[in-house]
């Protein structure tokens, strides 16, 4: 049990030495990771929508737009 937690530590400890020493790559990493979430987040509910809403969508519609023909 004591090689579990000292491995554990030891994740923490390293995780620590790479980004959290040096205050600008803590910033960069925090600014970086709130950017790629916030893109991935966008994707999820965009895909969800159009998912929810397919044969609804004005592009789904094939009469919409068109000019009656004389």
Do not use: C
């Not at 990493?29 to 998912?51: C, I, N, P, Q, S």
Request: proline share 3%; hydrophobic share 40%.
């Amino acid at each position: 049990m004591e090689a579990v937690a000292r491995s554990g530590r030891g994740v923490w400890e390293g995780l620590y030495r790479v980004l959290m020493r040096r205050n600008s790559v803590y910033v960069t990493f925090v600014v970086a990771g709130a950017f790629l979430g916030e893109r991935a987040v966008d994707y999820g509910v965009h895909k969800l929508w159009e998912h929810n809403n397919v044969g609804k969508r004005y592009e789904d519609i094939p009469v919409l737009g068109q000019r009656p023909s004389e």
